[in-house]
């Protein structure tokens, strides 16, 4: 019997990735970059075992079925051909959030899963492998190997289509604040939210340009540690995201009325000469962009609208390790 565990942080892009070219080896449209959170992550122990007759998912104690365990079967199954063994495995896997946060999960669950279930079964795989390992349970766990800013290359086949750190331990003062609005299960999922935005939205050709020249963009900014820029190219990038999805037909969108507020919010917050900056993901929750030292006057001006408790600050964090084996 051959365990592992692996524990790996969830991240938020930047520049968004919002489409699939292959949905089976999870090809993106276009490039993407993220910053990976140091205070949302999942441990995920993968257990190969000859007395298995399934797999097994359990996630936070509760067994799960359905379209989630088929994905972490897809990646099992990849491994099992990887590594030549026809073990069936137990997958655990908790997440660690500061409450029901509702925030993307995916990609620190698959990013974990990858691995620990490559260790597991015998391998020891590069960093960029383990990338690409992810990738194929969901496109955002691509990014989720790495730590800090981390750009995903769409590649051009299975081998091309990897992640890789821009800067692995941010050192300038990058903060990020999610504004929990609403924790239930969204709507659209993302893998259908995007599928249907490729095949009916009349801005997706302008989508891939704008995305060709935001990676340019952000990554200059990056390199001057301009934090206005950074969340300017961010905010810019998000919202032409989001009209991807009110532009589809039939129309749809994942922000709710407190979402609004919280951009009017921020908004007004920088008019009136504190900057920040907000992205959104497919979900209603909000994400301020900002720099360290103005965290208490935004915390200020966000609490009497939505509650100290819902204001979750996070740092940037570090790429997937092992934690036990
Ligand atoms: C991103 N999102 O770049 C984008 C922006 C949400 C909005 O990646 O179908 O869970 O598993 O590849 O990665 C969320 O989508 O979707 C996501 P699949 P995933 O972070």
Redesign the pocket.
């Known amino acids: 019997m051959t365990s592992a565990v692996a524990r790996a942080h969830t991240n938020i892009?930047l520049v968004?990735?919002?489409g699939k070219r292959d949905s089976e080896l999870?090809l993106p449209q276009t490039d993407?970059l993220?910053l990976t959170l140091n205070e949302f992550y999942a441990d995920t122990k993968v257990e190969f075992s000859a007395q298995l007759t399934a797999d097994e998912l359990i996630i936070d104690g509760q067994s799960v079925s359905g379209k989630g365990f088929k994905k972490v079967q897809k990646v099992l199954s990849i491994v099992r051909q990887m590594s030549q063994t026809d073990q069936f495995a137990r997958v655990e896997s908790v997440n660690h959030v500061p409450m029901a946060a509702g925030l993307?999960s995916?990609?620190s669950a698959f990013a974990a899963l990858a691995m620990a279930a490559s260790t597991a079964a015998g391998m020891k795989l590069s960093r960029r492998d383990l990338s690409r390992l992810a990738r194929r349970g969901?496109?955002?766990?691509t990014r989720s190997i790495y730590g800090g800013l981390v750009e995903w290359h769409r590649g051009v086949d299975d081998l091309t289509s990897y992640a890789e750190p821009i800067m692995e331990t941010v050192d300038f003062p990058l903060e990020m604040m999610a504004i929990l609005l609403n924790t239930e299960q969204k709507k659209v999922s993302?893998?259908l939210g995007?599928q249907h935005v490729v095949e009916t939205s009349p801005y997706y050709p302008a989508w891939r340009e704008v995305v060709q020249a935001d990676m340019q963009k952000i990554k200059l900014a990056i390199e001057k540690r301009d934090i206005n820029e950074i969340g300017h190219i961010a905010q810019t990038n998000a919202l032409r995201?989001h009209a991807l999805n009110l532009a589809a037909d039939p129309g749809f969108t994942y922000f709710n009325a407190a979402t609004l507020q919280a951009m009017h919010a921020i908004d007004n917050l920088r008019a009136s000469g504190t900057n920040c900056y907000y992205t959104m993901?497919?979900g209603p929750n909000v994400k301020v962009i900002y720099d360290r030292a103005d965290r208490s006057k935004i915390q200020a001006a966000l609490t009497p609208l939505f509650g100290a408790d819902n204001l979750v600050v996070s740092q940037p964090g570090p790429g997937t390790v092992l934690l036990d084996q």
């Open positions: 892009a968004k990735y919002w999870m993407s993220s993307a995916s990609a969901s496109g955002s766990a993302s893998t995007m995201m993901d497919a």
